[in-house]
């Protein structure tokens, strides 16, 4: 089973400049979430999607991030314009809703952005 | 205000030891508590636990849950340097029609050789 796919693995990019993500989730899996992994700490839920739809969406800075899922499958994660706080990994994770798994959550590998 | 704490922040151990890491939580509409492991990498599922007192096992690390006292153990028994990794905890809260996981920090793991 192929896991969860995202690029680019890493980005460096000026501060006011935009940025894009890319996810591909697990073949099958419903949900997908987009977060953001500060040095040091847990991962931060940015939005969560169950299939197309955005069913949270509460710690999105929407004045600079915006996320779609257009056709219920692979997802993109924009900022625009980026600040330097937004230095982190952004994590995309799939899950499958149902069975005894649940919504146990499978990552893929990130994205490393770094704004100067 | 929902939390999970984990401890000790960080941890370092000598190749053959037996390690325990905590996690401890306050959560409301509690529906499970999973372990990940963290390498360089994005976090890798380790346990999910839903009933107290049932340990689940892979290889050398089980975990147990005790939903009475709010926390969760991940040993680690005869560690190995591959072992070194950040240990993630995080709760599944049922939220509406929703799931959401709150986070620990993490615990930070070294093991010299």
């Known amino acids: 089973e192929a896991g969860v796919a995202q690029s680019p693995r890493y980005k460096i990019i000026e501060k006011r400049q935009s940025v894009a993500f890319w996810c591909n989730p697990i073949s099958g899996h419903a949900t997908l979430y987009w977060y953001q992994q500060i040095l040091g700490q847990g991962p931060k839920l940015l939005i969560q999607?169950?299939?197309?739809?955005?069913?949270?969406d509460s710690q999105l800075p929407k004045d600079r991030f915006s996320a779609e899922r257009l056709k219920g499958v692979d997802s993109t994660l924009k900022i625009q314009p980026a600040k330097l706080e937004d230095s982190a990994v952004y994590l995309c994770?799939?899950?499958?809703?149902?069975?005894?798994?649940?919504?146990?959550?499978?990552f893929g590998p990130g994205t490393r952005l770094l704004v100067l | 205000e929902d939390k999970v704490v984990q401890s000790p922040l960080s941890l370092v151990v000598h190749e053959g030891d037996t390690v325990t890491l905590n996690c401890s939580y306050e959560?409301?509409?509690?529906?499970?508590l999973l372990w990940y492991k963290q390498e360089k990498k994005a976090p890798t599922f380790l346990f999910m636990l839903t009933s107290s007192g049932i340990e689940k096992k892979s290889g050398r690390l089980s975990s147990i849950l005790d939903k009475k006292e709010l926390f969760s153990i991940l040993n680690i028994t005869a560690t190995q340097t591959g072992d070194s990794a950040i240990y993630l905890c995080a709760v599944e809260q049922n939220a509406g029609n929703n799931r959401k996981l709150i986070w620990g920090l993490g615990t930070s793991l070294a093991v010299n050789p």
């Open positions: 999607f169950q299939n197309n739809g955005v069913v949270d």
């Open positions: 959560v409301t509409n509690f529906r499970s």
């Open positions: 994770a799939s899950s499958f809703e149902g069975g005894l798994a649940g919504g146990t959550q499978y």
